[in-house]
């Protein structure tokens, strides 16, 4: 068969860009909006969870490309914007769940390396995105999603709890600029979840009460 006969699975369907797709909250978004119909963009550094996420988006029927990229690397999210926009010419969803969780500590034993991954991958890194995704957006009159996890004063969470709300006041600030114009920005606030990350802050919490990841992200998807 020819190159000319093969169908792209995108053709036709909307398209999600999810940022930070390959475990927990994220991968659960993905599977959620590549079960409704969308082709997914999946971006996360971790090749091998990316591939592990496409096996089960194509084994319930939906279709996914795969980035393999780190958010944090300026000139790789610089050429996955080019190559979105010249492959499908914008993006009707943008997730963004990219996130590096520090480590609880108090704020007199902040790890400096710690500290900077942090600014890099919750504050820069979504800065730039905002900036090279807002175009692409803009053209299929698309959204951007994001998910606030007001941290911020909370004992041992200095580090994270800073560049979280840092990122929320720069998507706020993004927000109130669109809101007019567009592109569409959303906030949305999940509830405690049964994830990795999650398990990280609280180990000792009982994840019985804790919501499933998957059903979160069906109710934040049918909300907006």
């Known amino acids: 068969m020819s190159t000319d006969q093969i169908q792209d699975p995108s053709q036709g369907k909307k398209l999600a860009l999810v940022t930070g797709a390959s475990r927990g909250f994220g991968a659960a978004i993905a599977e959620a909006l590549a079960a409704d119909g969308w082709h997914i963009m999946a971006v996360a550094k971790t090749s091998g969870a990316l591939e592990e996420l496409d096996d089960r988006i194509q084994s319930a029927g939906g279709s996914a490309s795969l980035g393999p990229l780190d958010v944090a690397e300026p000139e790789q999210m610089a050429h996955l914007a080019q190559s979105v926009g010249a492959r499908w010419g914008g993006v009707d969803l943008w997730v963004h769940t990219a996130i590096h969780a520090a480590p609880l500590c108090p704020a007199g034993h902040i790890d400096a390396k710690e500290l900077a991954k942090s600014t890099a991958?919750?504050?820069?890194?979504?800065?730039?995105?905002?900036?090279?995704?807002?175009?692409?957006?803009?053209?299929?009159?698309?959204?951007?999603?994001?998910?606030?996890?007001?941290?911020?004063?909370?004992?041992?969470?200095?580090?994270?709890g800073a560049t979280k709300a840092a990122q929320m006041a720069m998507v706020r600030s993004w927000q109130a600029e669109t809101a007019k114009v567009g592109p569409r920005v959303v906030i949305a606030e999940p509830k405690p979840m049964a994830t990795a990350l999650r398990g990280r802050f609280f180990p000792g919490e009982d994840r019985s009460v804790l919501a499933d990841r998957h059903d979160e992200a069906r109710r934040i998807l049918a909300a907006l």
């Open 121 to 160: 991958v919750n504050m820069t890194a979504t800065a730039q995105l905002i900036g090279l995704i807002e175009p692409l957006l803009i053209a299929r009159k698309g959204t951007a999603l994001f998910f606030d996890d007001n941290r911020a004063g909370q004992k041992f969470f200095s580090v994270y």
